[in-house]
């Protein structure tokens, strides 16, 4: 059971350059999140998704956009990446629920720097 | 919109000595849960507090909600080398950033450092 997998796990891109997070999980989670983690700024929400075909804009969303085609996956695009988005990308899932009854589990990350 | 903070930012000790973070909501929580994240890992999920008042132990590790279920802390007793990390607590509200499905809200977390 491999529960959230994020690729790549490193990636250095050039100003301007785009690219796409990939996001998946085989728990059958409804819910789906992106977060960024900078030092000192813990963990801020980006987008986040409540169902297949379903996403919404958290707390920091400017400069990237996200797709939930299908359930397992959900897909974090920059779209002309910016050095202020050299970050740790972390995706989490979860079963669902409002309020949020159950822990939250946490791909291993992604490391981007924008050159 | 709900703010969370947590307290200490960081903390230093040395090994056997106890350890404890605080967590305070502006608003009253339905829930909250506690993560832990190591050194260059990703957020791991520890517990969920639902009950006013409640207490929950995991060996070394005491979490507590309180009554108003506006504030929370995870107190660490005799720490070890391999509590090193962050531990973020995460209270739940039903409504955030202005949609309708409950999101968490993660604290900016409390970094522990041990010394053997």
């Known amino acids: 059971n491999a529960g959230v997998t994020q690729t790549p796990k490193f990636r250095v891109l050039k100003t301007g350059q785009s690219m796409t997070l990939l996001c998946a999980q085989d728990m059958n989670h409804e819910y789906m999140y992106w977060y960024r983690q900078d030092p000192g700024m813990g963990l801020r929400l980006i987008h986040y998704?409540?169902?297949?075909?379903?996403?919404a804009k958290g707390e920091v969303p400017d400069g990237y956009n996200v797709s939930r085609l299908k359930k397992q996956n959900f897909l974090l695009g920059l779209e002309s990446a910016a050095p202020s988005q050299t970050s740790v990308y972390f995706c989490?899932?979860?079963?669902?629920?409002?309020?949020?009854?159950?822990?939250?589990?946490f791909g291993s990350g992604t490391r981007l720097t924008v050159v | 919109g709900q703010q969370v903070m947590q307290i200490p930012q960081y903390q230093h000790v040395q090994e056997g000595e106890d350890f404890t973070t605080y967590c305070n909501s502006s608003t009253t929580l339905s829930n909250i849960q506690w993560y832990k994240q190591r050194p260059g890992g990703h957020p791991v999920f520890l517990i969920q507090l639902v009950k006013s008042g409640e207490v929950k132990k995991q060996k070394r590790l005491t979490f507590q909600f309180g009554e108003a279920k506006k504030n929370s802390s995870l107190h660490i007793t005799a720490t070890q080398t391999t509590d090193v990390g962050t531990y973020f607590c995460?209270?739940?509200?039903?409504?955030?950033?202005?949609?309708?499905?409950?999101?968490?809200?993660f604290g900016k977390g409390t970094k522990l450092s041990v010394k053997p």
């Open positions: 995460a209270p739940a509200a039903v409504w955030n950033y202005g949609g309708s499905q409950g999101n968490l809200i």
């Open positions: 989490a899932s979860t079963i669902g629920g409002n309020p949020i009854y159950y822990g939250y589990t």
């Open positions: 998704s409540v169902g297949e075909g379903t996403t």
